[in-house]
């Protein structure tokens, strides 16, 4: 089998230029989560069915997409990469692709991210390694990892060649995650300007701008940047999702609810993202006054059919949501106790028991007005929640649900130090706190103002979600 390059200059075992101009294509698809990249993967596999590395990144992808009945597709995807690289010999690098895919589908993604870490070690060219890292490690909620993978990733690739804008809006997006905001803004502008189509560095500076209490310049970043992602795939409902965030914050509930319909849920799919959007923007919604109507009972049926799915925590997490919010007490019970009796091994196993249990029984809890149990369930939880993956944005709505258990419990003195971090850790620009706090002085009695400093001057710098 021939070695060519690829755009980025790794060394690829592939049989034809043709079938390699379709794989560069689909390269720079993923990296820019690009709506064409599996019609472009599709077709370098029909230039050249005997390409071992495609077969096994199309098993990663499907993994990605955390679907019990893509993991049949994905193990498929093994077999026949392992049988052609057999064959045929390929690359060492190409091997630790095959490798990760095997590590993976035993529930051992931490070993997968290892390898393709490894393989982009071997060629500092693999951008395509690089990129599945980084989705690896955000769904594991490995932020020490991803931060470490994607610093590694950059040094080795550098910042002159084609694809470096994508690895610098991994390191952005990793950089914010870990809290260095100002920095994570630097590096996500940059990567935009070397490379204009990446939406997960613009992703990550919408992010920054959440984190940093700016929602009337988030929100114009977001709207004036829409052409820069009009070729996404559904990770286009997602940056509508941020700006529909932004609004919320801002008080534009009909803004808002306007994206809600016509973006977040322009199609009623039941990827496991889209979903997470569509439950945690509702459940805000409802926070804020706002009534969403029979929005919920079609995430409900959606989520119903996904319960034995078992396949990612934060998935579960959001279904749980979208279960109790349409009253669907039963199917949210089934779930919950799914959760607790996982016997599976590994890493998304474990949390299911000691993370997904007790947030799905303090969503439950919530929705039944048991508000005291709901804040011990999720106060028992909170150190380790993020280790379910996703954002500190996404899983910020578990935080919120925190506060207002607080507050319908009755528990001032919890209410009012999770205030004091929430502003604390959004340079005192929260509106959600804010209102939530000039409620507090009022029942109180106390200035606003005068509640609002003690709660920042009292809570910890750097405490965050």
Same mark, same amino acid.
């Not at 230039?47 to 597709?73: C, N, Q, S, W």
């Not at 039963?330 to 196993?349: C, I, T, V």
């Not at 004091?420 to 850790?425: D, E, F």
């Given at each position: 089998?021939?070695?060519?390059?690829d /755009?980025s200059?790794a060394?690829?075992?592939?049989?034809?230029?043709?079938?390699?101009a379709?794989?560069?294509?689909?390269?720079?698809?993923?990296?820019?989560?690009?709506?064409a990249?599996p019609?472009?993967?599709?077709? *370098?596999?029909?230039?050249?069915?005997?390409f071992a590395l495609?077969?096994?990144?199309?098993?990663?992808?499907?993994?990605?997409l955390?679907?019990?009945?893509l993991v049949?597709?994905?193990a498929?995807?093994?077999?026949?990469?392992?049988?052609?690289?057999?064959?045929?010999?390929?690359?060492?690098?190409?091997?630790?692709y095959?490798?990760?895919?095997?590590?993976w589908?035993?529930?051992?993604?931490?070993?997968a991210a290892?390898?393709l870490?490894a393989?982009?070690?071997?060629?500092?060219c693999?951008v395509?390694?690089a990129k599945?890292?980084?989705a690896?490690?955000?769904?594991m909620?490995?932020?020490?990892?991803l931060?470490?993978?994607a610093?590694?990733?950059?040094? *080795?690739?550098?910042?002159?060649?084609?694809?470096?804008?994508?690895l610098?809006?991994?390191l *952005?997006?990793?950089?914010?995650?870990?809290?260095?905001h100002?920095?994570?803004?630097?590096?996500?502008?940059h990567?935009l300007?070397?490379?204009?189509r990446d939406?997960?560095g613009?992703?990550?500076?919408?992010?920054?701008?959440?984190?940093t209490?700016?929602a009337?310049?988030?929100?114009?970043?977001l709207?004036?940047?829409r052409?820069?992602?009009?070729?996404?795939?559904?990770?286009?409902?997602?940056l509508?999702w941020h700006?529909?965030?932004?609004?919320?914050?801002?008080g534009?509930?009909?803004? /808002?609810?306007?994206?809600?319909?016509?973006?977040v849920?322009?199609?009623?799919t039941?990827?496991y993202?889209?979903?997470?959007n569509?439950?945690?923007?509702?459940?805000r919604?409802?926070?804020?006054?706002?009534?969403?109507?029979?929005?919920?009972?079609?995430?409900?049926?959606?989520a119903?059919?996904?319960?034995?799915?078992?396949?990612?925590?934060?998935?579960?997490?959001?279904?749980?949501?979208?279960?109790a919010?349409?009253?669907?007490?039963?199917e949210?019970?089934?779930?919950?106790l799914?959760?607790?009796r996982?016997?599976?091994?590994?890493?998304?196993a474990?949390?299911?028991r000691?993370?997904?249990?007790?947030?799905t029984?303090a969503?439950?809890?919530?929705?039944s007005?048991?508000?005291?149990?709901?804040?011990r369930?999720?106060?028992?939880v909170?150190?380790t929640?993020?280790?379910?993956?996703?954002?500190?944005?996404?899983?910020?709505?578990?935080?919120?649900?925190?506060?207002?258990?607080?507050?319908?419990?009755?528990?001032?003195?919890?209410?009012e130090?999770?205030?004091?971090?929430?502003?604390?850790?959004?340079?005192?620009?929260?509106?959600?706190?804010?209102?939530?706090?000039?409620?507090?002085?009022h029942?109180s009695?106390?200035?606003?103002?005068?509640?609002?400093?003690?709660?920042v001057?009292?809570?910890?710098?750097?405490?965050?979600?």
């Amino acid at each position: 089998m021939t070695i060519l390059h690829d /755009a980025s200059g790794a060394g690829t075992t592939i049989a034809s230029p043709a079938a390699l101009a379709h794989w560069n294509d689909m390269i720079e698809q993923v990296l820019a989560h690009a709506a064409a990249a599996p019609t472009s993967l599709a077709a *370098a596999l029909d230039a050249d069915p005997e390409f071992a590395l495609g077969h096994a990144a199309k098993g990663l992808m499907l993994l990605t997409l955390a679907r019990r009945e893509l993991v049949a597709d994905a193990a498929a995807e093994l077999a026949i990469a392992e049988r052609l690289a057999a064959l045929n010999p390929v690359t060492p690098r190409e091997r630790y692709y095959i490798e990760a895919l095997s590590f993976w589908l035993a529930r051992r993604p931490d070993l997968a991210a290892e390898r393709l870490d490894a393989a982009m070690a071997l060629d500092p060219c693999d951008v395509l390694a690089a990129k599945l890292v980084h989705a690896i490690r955000f769904m594991m909620g490995d932020l020490t990892g991803l931060l470490a993978s994607a610093r590694s990733h950059v040094a *080795a690739y550098g910042t002159t060649s084609l694809h470096s804008g994508y690895l610098l809006g991994c390191l *952005a997006f990793a950089t914010e995650e870990n809290g260095d905001h100002a920095l994570a803004e630097r590096l996500g502008r940059h990567a935009l300007e070397l490379s204009p189509r990446d939406a997960w560095g613009r992703h990550c500076v919408a992010h920054v701008m959440e984190m940093t209490g700016r929602a009337s310049e988030g929100a114009r970043w977001l709207a004036d940047g829409r052409a820069s992602w009009s070729h996404c795939n559904n990770f286009a409902f997602h940056l509508s999702w941020h700006e529909a965030l932004f609004h919320l914050e801002l008080g534009h509930h009909g803004a /808002a609810l306007d994206l809600y319909d016509h973006d977040v849920r322009a199609r009623k799919t039941d990827d496991y993202r889209d979903i997470a959007n569509a439950a945690s923007l509702l459940q805000r919604l409802e926070f804020a006054g706002v009534e969403v109507g029979h929005r919920w009972h079609e995430l409900a049926d959606l989520a119903a059919s996904r319960i034995e799915d078992r396949t990612l925590v934060f998935a579960d997490l959001h279904y749980a949501l979208a279960l109790a919010g349409a009253g669907r007490e039963a199917e949210a019970g089934a779930l919950s106790l799914g959760l607790q009796r996982d016997s599976r091994l590994g890493h998304d196993a474990r949390l299911a028991r000691v993370v997904g249990a007790p947030v799905t029984d303090a969503i439950r809890a919530f929705r039944s007005r048991r508000y005291g149990e709901a804040a011990r369930l999720l106060m028992g939880v909170r150190g380790t929640l993020a280790q379910v993956g996703g954002s500190h944005a996404q899983r910020d709505i578990f935080e919120q649900m925190l506060i207002e258990s607080a507050i319908r419990s009755g528990d001032t003195a919890l209410t009012e130090r999770l205030l004091g971090q929430r502003l604390a850790s959004r340079h005192g620009h929260n509106h959600f706190a804010a209102s939530r706090l000039a409620n507090l002085a009022h029942a109180s009695r106390r200035p606003a103002g005068r509640v609002a400093a003690a709660l920042v001057a009292l809570a910890p710098s750097a405490a965050l979600h």
